[in-house]
């Protein structure tokens, strides 16, 4: 390895107080002693992985980490990423003591209820947290998403002499996420998109939960990094804080590729007997062992005790208040040379939707409804991103290799090539990274990620689906192909038990749209939805237009309304959604001559309606009148919505590959087998 001469802040030497200055060892062994104390306090948590990665994370923060403990949410800050979440009072300890809004009581209340310092890093819990991580590789697959959407938003908002987007994104991980299928999908990525921002740390402690990863984990990763296009920085000694130092140095000097810098470490390091040991990894160290490890670190302070030299040293805010006022200042003076890519630039970052965003949702519904088109709602989804995407310039779309299968692209979108910026990300076959790139995207802000798979494949991407909802991100999941009614390709492509599966995830909304009309709304709000991602259940086979009044397209946003209603009022009720609700139409008509009326409720969005005010639901569904649930998928969850009051068709079952009407016929989706099975389902209930 070259050595090159360390990279520092000159403002920390200025702002350095005159008084004895902590020694880096003793800024590592604060941060091993206040995970220690505070894992002991609380009977459980990771120690090891903090007391491993303490001198990497002393060299980063202090030597090269440009942040604002008091604004955590300067855009231009660096972004640091604990894809080894385990290890999250490394991260406490750090933001802590560099001065974030993190009290010391607040690491004595390690993991308990309602403190700020949970279990695994959460977001929008801790100050300075900028992903949820825990589930081991999305920490890396996000850090990721949050580069390539620095090196995006640079490129499209950065202008000659003004670099008002410039940062770094920061990874730790360990051999846990190396393992993780996902850590290839996203780290290929990145090698192929150039993202030379990004510095990932392994902490190749070769200690994983079962003991040493010996027998399970023999990969060659520096070689596998080089194959995917990393500058791969081997062999550091990770409690060597100037060579993780110089290690750094290197990273940034290479522009061009992402860079991972291999650090030999051992697992909690400091502590006599445990370091080196898969004990280390996540259990307390003990009265005797967290003793013993005071003493051979010479600390001589109470727990949860801070000196002075050492606080001082920690101390960035001095230091990160310089950084961010010399970007104001920079930023000012970019918004006197161009006022509106700085008011551009100010509304993409606050997440504000463009002011005539409302205009061009009205626009398209109006579209929907007068073309009366009886098209694939995948299509209809296209009209919308085509109408959506010229006017709202933060949406980046994207496709796990199925582009023109989801129609998730649009005319003239800008692909994203390696090294170029672009709007429309092809992510290959890579489900899950596509997932958790994408929450990456959004976590940094500026960016409103759409991108598309079949629904059935949503089982590869589902976790970071998950982790979107409990993020709260605005994030858009278009999933077609999305019932036995995708015919040919059979049951391994039929969804069957993923929308009501997906619906069970707090947090996310699913809508699976009837029609070109419902499809415009449920894009609308999606967009809209600032605290949350949503899933598109669309089809792939054509869908009848249904006409609707003023009050009924207004309904729609509801999740749940009456879209078609008998003469004579309701003596039954169809529940359905998506290429459902024809059918339900259809039924109506039959048994309208037979004298018996049914009211069609369409429910595009069952967490939508669940929102609305009981009156409303009560009016849509009132008691008393027998309900049929009918969607093609399985039928568990609508019985929450019949209440006892009818019967529910479904498919509890996997397809069949035949053509998608044969398919349907099977199962017995026809208007007359359904219009018998309400004709049975509601006398035996009436
Ligand atoms: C997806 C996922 N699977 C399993 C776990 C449970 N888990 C937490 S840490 C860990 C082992 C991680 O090993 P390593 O990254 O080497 O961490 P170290 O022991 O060095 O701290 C496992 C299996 C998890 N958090 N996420």
Redesign the pocket.
Known sequence: MNAVTPIRHDERELCAPITERASPARLANAIRLLAADAVEKAKSG?P??PMGMAEIAVALWTRHLRHNPRDPEWPDRDRFVIS?G??SMLQYALLHLTGYELPITELRRFRQLHSKTPGHPEVGVTPGVETTT????QGITNAVGMALAERLLASEFNRPGHSIVDHYTYVFL????LM?GISHEACALAGTWRLGKLVAFY?D?G???DGKVGDWFTDDTPARFRAYGWNVIDAVDGHDIDAIDRAIGLAKADESRPTLIVCKTA?GRGAPTRAGTAKA?GEPLGADELLATRKALGWTHAPFEIPDDVAREWDARGIGAALQYDWDARFDRYCAEYPETGAEFVRRVAGELPADFETVAAKLLDAANANAESIATRKASQLAIEMFAPAVPEMIGGSADLTHSNLTIWKDAPIVKPGASGRYISYGVREFGMAAVMNGLALHGGFIPFGGTFLTFSDYSRNAIRMAALMKLRVIHVLTHDSVGLGEDGPTHQAVEHTSSLRLVPNLDVWRPCDAVETAVAWKVALERRHGPTALILSRQNLPFVPRNEAQLVAIERGGYVLSEPDGGPHRIIIATGSEVGLALAVQQLLAAEGIGVRVVSMPSTSAFDRQPQDYRDDVLPSGVPKIALEAGASALWWKYVRGEGCVIGIDRFGESAPGPQVFEFFGFTPEHIAEVVRRCSTSVA
């Not at 825990?134 to 590789?137: F, I, M, Q, T």
């Open positions: 990771h090891g992985m080894n385990h290890g825990g589930p081991l590789g360990g051999d846990g996420c993780e902490d402690n200690i994983s939960i697992i990894h």
